[in-house]
């Protein structure tokens, strides 16, 4: 099956440092990469979906210049909490498509953010 | 943005006994997918049903679509203790997937 690798799995910071988060699809090409949100015991919140070469389409409410993502390539997707703040721990989880799928998601396993 | 609502939000059984979880939504879909999603984990997709398709199978997974009640099931037959986890339904319309809630699955030995 498809594997996407996201890294890293775990990340502890200080306030005001920026964080990157790579999500990387290994055997198949994303045409379409989804950065998600997830709180404890709750379901998964869009927060940006990107297509490679063009500029992510954020959902509402989620900050453009807090959480920069770039798909440079078909097989990369980064995203970066800028001056991240305790607020901002949370576990982020991407996931990539492959044109043609069925909009089958296949996901990383997730980085738990910690903020300080 | 979340349409689905899943029921029950948590369930408990003793392994060998079928679990069966249901997810309802409000739009109408091209196709519904259920996940499963380990403690701290990512999810894995574990089967598609197309808005045409009334039940489909995948091993001790069935799945099943009503359009007209706008509602789907998961059925797990002979649970495992590896089948401990939260699953989610999504649906997908116009290539975005809508989540639901999720049901915390616990499979006692």
């Known amino acids: 099956g498809a594997v996407v690798s996201q890294h890293p799995s775990r990340v502890i910071c200080k306030s005001g440092t920026s964080v990157k988060i790579e999500c990387r699809s290994l055997?198949?090409?994303?045409?379409?990469m989804f950065w998600y949100r997830q709180f404890p015991k709750q379901s998964l919140m869009l927060m940006a979906t990107s297509n490679e070469g063009s500029k992510a389409t954020y959902e509402q409410g989620v900050e453009k210049d807090k959480f920069l993502i770039n798909h440079a390539s078909l097989t990369l997707s980064t995203l970066t909490v800028t001056s991240a703040h305790p607020e901002d721990s949370s576990f982020y989880i991407c996931?990539?498509?492959?044109?043609?799928?069925?909009?089958?998601?296949?996901f990383g396993a997730g980085t738990r953010l910690s903020v300080l | 943005s979340q349409q689905g609502e899943e029921d029950p939000q948590a369930l408990s059984i003793q392994e060998g006994e079928n679990a069966t979880m249901n997810c309802s939504y409000k739009?109408?879909?091209?196709?519904l997918q259920w996940y499963r999603q380990n403690s701290g984990r990512g999810l894995v997709h574990l089967i598609l049903i197309r808005s045409n398709e009334r039940e489909k199978h995948s091993g001790r997974l069935r799945v099943t679509l009503d359009t007209s009640k706008k509602s789907s099931s998961l059925l797990i037959t002979a649970s495992r203790a590896a089948d401990t986890a939260s699953y989610f339904c999504?649906?997908?319309?116009?290539?975005?997937?809508?989540w639901g809630a999720g049901t915390k699955l616990i499979i006692k030995p």
């Open positions: 996931s990539a498509s492959e044109q043609g799928s069925k909009n089958i998601q296949y």
């Open positions: 999504a649906t997908d319309l116009n290539y975005q997937l809508i």
């Open positions: 055997d198949f090409q994303a045409t379409t």
């Open positions: 739009t109408s879909i091209n196709n």
